[in-house]
Structures are given as C-alpha cells and as structure tokens.
C-alpha cells in the first residue's frame, strides 16, 4: 500500500499524517512505524508520536445539523443512564452503587453492561435514544487512551 502512494518516500514520510481507525492493536506494523498517526486507541509504540482521537460518532441524531434542532429542555424519562464495559475498579464500583438504585426523583435509573468491549446489551440505536431520554449519563474512566478522563454527560 505504501509503495502506491506517489509522493510517500524515506524523505517525505515525517510530512505524512496517517489516519489508523481501528483499534492500534490491530494495524500493520508499517504504519505504526510512521514517524506520526493518529488512532482511535490501543497500546502505545514508544518510537511514534501517537496522537490519540476518540471513535467518531455516526449516528444521524448526533451530528450537528440534528443537535441544534433537538429540545435540550424538554422532560427526560430516565434519571441515570450508564451503558459501560466494567474494565475499571472506579466503572464497578459505580455501576454496583446504580444497579441497586432502581430510582432517583420518580425516575428510573437504567444500567447495562458490556461485556469484553463487544457483547452489548442493547443496540447502539436504542444506547444513543437513552441518552437523549435521560438526565445523567456518567462517562467513566476506562481502558483505551481516549478514555482517560473522568466525565459526565449532562444533556440538560
């Protein structure tokens, strides 16, 4: 593939951003090699400057044509939302605090697990919707480089 790319040589390769989108675990190693990438996680390669983006997020509700059309004040159905892989100590603990927290002001508090970052409990489409449809969606510390920080979605 390289060996295709007309103006890609020994010289020019520090000029050259490559965009890995998979996990880097999973990409050939000529392209880990590259003086600099960008990848959506994974194991560090001390020999690249690894630049580190979370996946992107597809689904249409999402993009910024929907989010300036959708009511941000309206009533939600859900208190707290949390659809996690338990890959932490502080993701455990948390989700064993809610799964015993049936409600919160009326409301029902809704967990999911995921289980080896693949097994999902429920579909991405009805993940996005109860994020719509709820007041707090903590976004916990995890396992991959983009998931570092400690955040919570307050669509409200």
């Known amino acids: 593939m390289l060996k295709s790319l007309e103006h890609f040589n020994e010289t020019s390769k520090k000029k050259h951003l490559f965009l890995l989108t998979g996990d880097s675990d999973t990409h050939a190693k000529a392209l880990t090699d590259m003086p600099l990438w960008v ?26 044509s929907s989010l300036g059309k959708f009511d941000w004040t309206r009533p939600r159905s859900i208190a707290v939302f949390m659809h996690v892989g338990l890959v932490t100590q502080i993701r455990k603990d948390v989700f064993a605090i809610l799964e015993k927290t049936p409600s919160i002001g009326g409301l029902p508090v809704e967990v999911h697990k995921i289980e080896g970052h693949r097994h999902f409990t429920i579909s991405a489409q009805e993940t996005w919707k109860k994020y719509q449809d709820s007041y707090f969606c903590p976004i916990l510390e995890g396992d991959k480089p983009y998931q570092k920080v400690c955040s919570w979605l307050f669509p409200t």
């Open 39 to 64: 990848s959506l996680g994974g194991r560090d390669y001390p020999r690249s400057k690894v630049i580190v983006i979370p996946p992107p997020n597809t689904e249409p509700d999402y993009q910024p």
